[in-house]
């Protein structure tokens, strides 16, 4: 015969360990059911606010201006220039950075992760952006198995 206080107690533990699995579960579950956003973005905007055409025009990570945007891809990206603005419009898959702006050494691993705009660089015409200066370095050290392993990761990663 078992004891009423064991009972309680077994019950006690078995509430409190489902309890606390819960939002454990509701993480995954979160994120079975909802696929990743195509571009990295904060607040709706793209990139920390850089200037995607600057990096291949200017060479470095240029801010944009709050008055010169475009709305592409989910998110709204901000531009130095109406001129950077317009060649953007013109071909946005040219001037965007891989992987919707996500760090290239994460999305080579099969995983997301935010960016810096100085942790960047051109590769085949291709931008890539990465998580930290220490990323980046590290993604440079084979980049070009990390580009195919990015390539090849990429659908699968924004699908979740």
Known sequence: M????????????????TAGA??????????????????????????????????????RPVPGSRDITLDWNGATWRFASAENRDAFAGDPAAWAPQYGGYCAWAVSEGYTAS??????????GRLFLNYSR??????????????????ANWPKVLQG
Not at 31 to 56: C, K, N, Q, T, W
């Open 2 to 17: 078992t004891r009423p206080e064991t009972t309680m107690i077994l019950t006690r533990r078995t509430l409190m360990a």
């Open 22 to 59: 819960l939002p454990v579960a509701t993480l995954f579950a979160r994120g079975a059911l909802a696929a990743l956003p195509p571009v990295y973005m904060e607040r709706g905007i793209a990139i920390d606010g850089s200037d995607p055409v600057a990096y291949f025009t200017e060479r």
């Open 115 to 124: 960016t810096v705009p100085e942790a960047w660089k051109i590769v085949d």
């Open 134 to 151: 220490r990323f980046q370095r590290k993604w440079e050290r084979d980049e070009t198995a990390r580009i195919q392993a990015g390539d």
